[in-house]
C-alpha cells in the first residue's frame, strides 16, 4: 500500500472545453460486485443481523442479504412527511435507529435570478424521526428547522454516546448555503444544532455544502465540506456542538459531496468526485454568474473515486476509480460495512449498487 502526501497536484488550470454530449456506458471497476437489490443507501444492520433501509415513507428490512425486502410504513396515516434520497441513517449502541432527512412534501424552492437570491417563502424542512424496537413502530418525530436544507449527508455515534449529524441551511443576501451538525446525548430524542460555517460566495449551488463528518482517533470530529472552491474544505470540533478551526484541505474535488466512513480495521475511507478525469489536467467548467456559484467550478462527476487513510487523512492511498460514466453523474455516494471489510457502494446519482472488498482496493 503507497501513501502519498495529497491526492493530486493541486498547480493545474481549469480550462472552460465542450462537455460530453451525452453519457457513454458504465464502466465498474473488476473488483465491484453487483448488489442483488436497487434499494438506496444508507443502511444499517439490526440487531438480528437483518439490514435496514429506508425509502421516501417506508421502512425496508432484508434478511436475505437486500434480495428482497419487507417495508412498513415510518409515518401515521395523513401525515404529510416525506423522506428525501438525501438522508442519514444510524443505529446506536443501545439500539435506537435515527433517519435524519428532508421532508420533501413541504418543498417550496424560490430562488430570484434577478436578485442572486432566495426569496421569503423558501424551505426545505430538516426532520428526524427514530425507532426503538428494530424499526417496527417510529416516534419523536421533529422538525429541527424550516430553512432550506440543501443536504443531509451522514450520521454517526461519537466513542462518548453522542450521535451526530451533518445539515445545511440557506443564507441571504447574498443567497448561499452554509453547513452544520445537529448533535444529542439522547439516542435523538432531543438534539442542539451548532453554530453554521459559511465561506461566502453567491449562488443556489454555491458558499459551504453537503458535508461529511467522522470521528479522529483523538477523539476530536472531522468535517469535509464541499465548496466550488477546487478542494474540499476542513472544520474540526471537540464536541460536534461549536467548530473553530476551519480551512482548505489539499484534496481536490469536484463541486460535488464526498462520504467519510471510518471501517472496521480502523482506516478511514472517503468516496468522492474528482475535478478532472483520471490522467486529465481539465474539464468545462460552469457557474461563475452568480446563479449557480460566484465563481466558476468544476462539475466534474462521471468518475467515482476510492482513497484510504491510515493517519486520520494526514496521507492517503492513491485514488482508485471505481466507477466512471463519461457524461453522467455518478455522485452522491453511501457506504455501508456489511461484514469488516465488505464495503456495499450506493449512489443516489447514477444509480451505482455495488459491493467491494476494502482489500481488494487496498492491494490496486
Request: proline fraction near 5%; hydrophobic fraction near 35%.
Amino acid at each position: 500500500m503507497r501513501l502519498v502526501y495529497g491526492l493530486m497536484s493541486l498547480g493545474v488550470v481549469l480550462l472552460s472545453v465542450s462537455a460530453p454530449s451525452a453519457a457513454a456506458e458504465l464502466w465498474l471497476h473488476p473488483q465491484c460486485r453487483q448488489l442483488p437489490t436497487d434499494t438506496l443507501g444508507p443502511f444499517v444492520t439490526l440487531g438480528d443481523g437483518r439490514i435496514l433501509a429506508v425509502h421516501d415513507t417506508q421502512a425496508l428490512i432484508s434478511a436475505d442479504e437486500g434480495v428482497t425486502w419487507q417495508s412498513s410504513p415510518i409515518f401515521k396515516e395523513g401525515e404529510n412527511v416525506s423522506i428525501s434520497t438525501e438522508r442519514a441513517l444510524c443505529r446506536t449502541r443501545n439500539g435506537a435507529i435515527i433517519v435524519a432527512f428532508m421532508n420533501m412534501r413541504e418543498e417550496d424552492w424560490r430562488w430570484n435570478s434577478q436578485t442572486h437570491d432566495a426569496d421569503p417563502g423558501t424551505r426545505l424542512p430538516n426532520c428526524v424521526i427514530r425507532s426503538l424496537d428494530d424499526g417496527k413502530t417510529w416516534q419523536d418525530f421533529q422538525k429541527l428547522h424550516d430553512d432550506w436544507t440543501g443536504a443531509v449527508r451522514n450520521m454517526l455515534q461519537t466513542r462518548d454516546g453522542r450521535v451526530v449529524f451533518t445539515s445545511m441551511r440557506l443564507l441571504n443576501r447574498p443567497g448561499r448555503h452554509s453547513v452544520l451538525t445537529y448533535s444529542s446525548t439522547d439516542d435523538g430524542f432531543t438534539w442542539k444544532p451548532s453554530n453554521i460555517l459559511d465561506l461566502g460566495g453567491n449562488g443556489h449551488h454555491d458558499g459551504a455544502t453537503e458535508a461529511t463528518v467522522e470521528e479522529l482517533r483523538d477523539g476530536r470530529l472531522w468535517k469535509l465540506i464541499r465548496t466550488n472552491l477546487g478542494v474540499f474544505w476542513q472544520a474540526y470540533s471537540e464536541d460536534g456542538i461549536y467548530w473553530r478551526t476551519m480551512g482548505p484541505t489539499t484534496i481536490p474535488a469536484s463541486s460535488a459531496p464526498g462520504l467519510l466512513k471510518r471501517l472496521a480495521s480502523g482506516r478511514l475511507m472517503l468516496v468522492w468526485n474528482r475535478p478532472f478525469p483520471e490522467g486529465q489536467t481539465e474539464y468545462p467548467l460552469t457557474g461563475g454568474d452568480c446563479q449557480w456559484s460566484e465563481v466558476p467550478v468544476s462539475n466534474h462527476r462521471g468518475e467515482l473515486s476510492v482513497a484510504f487513510s491510515e493517519d486520520d487523512g494526514k496521507t492517503w492511498t492513491a485514488p482508485v476509480v471505481v466507477a466512471r460514466q463519461p457524461g453522467a453523474s455518478l455522485a452522491y455516494p453511501y457506504v455501508y460495512e456489511r461484514t469488516p471489510g465488505v464495503l456495499w457502494l450506493t449512489t443516489m446519482q447514477g444509480g451505482i449498487r455495488v459491493a467491494l472488498n476494502e482489500a481488494d482496493l487496498l492491494s490496486q
